[in-house]
Nanobody, 116 residues
Framework: QVQLVESGGGLVQTGGSLRLSCAPS????????MGWYRQAPGKQRELVAT???????NYADSEKGRFTISRDNAKNTAYLQMNSLKPEDTGIYYC??????????WGQGTQVTVSS
């Protein structure tokens, strides 16, 4: 079973930056949309940003202007550049990919902690 592998999380102070990466553990044919989701303690998983194969992006309102999602189609890799981090950005960040058959893939998540 192919999974996504996230990396780049960690502990950072308010105002700091982190760059998350996501790549599949094996081969996934024709990924359409890739995205990042966040689950804060005691809350449901929520959308952070998505990007289509053609580069069209979508962001949650709270992330607009601070986060940038990008991808490398040749490597099936997605990135999330997070700037001006706030304590409310704390959570586990999950990578998601949807392939041509609409099958969803998820990673195990990477912890991001922003200290005040």
């Amino acid at each position: 079973q192919v999974q996504l592998v996230e990396s780049g999380g960690g502990l950072v102070q308010t105002g700091g930056s982190l760059r998350l990466s996501c790549a599949p553990s094996g081969s996934i044919f024709s990924i359409s949309t890739m995205g990042w989701y966040r689950q804060a303690p005691g809350k449901q998983r929520e959308l952070v940003a998505t990007i289509t194969r053609g580069g069209r992006t979508n962001y949650a309102d709270s992330e607009k202007g601070r986060f940038t999602i990008s991808r490398d189609n040749a490597k099936n890799t997605a990135y999330l550049q997070m700037n001006s981090l706030k304590p409310e950005d704390t959570g586990i960040y999950y990578c998601n990919a949807i392939d041509w058959s609409r099958q969803n893939y998820w990673g195990q998540g990477t912890q991001v902690t922003v200290s005040s």
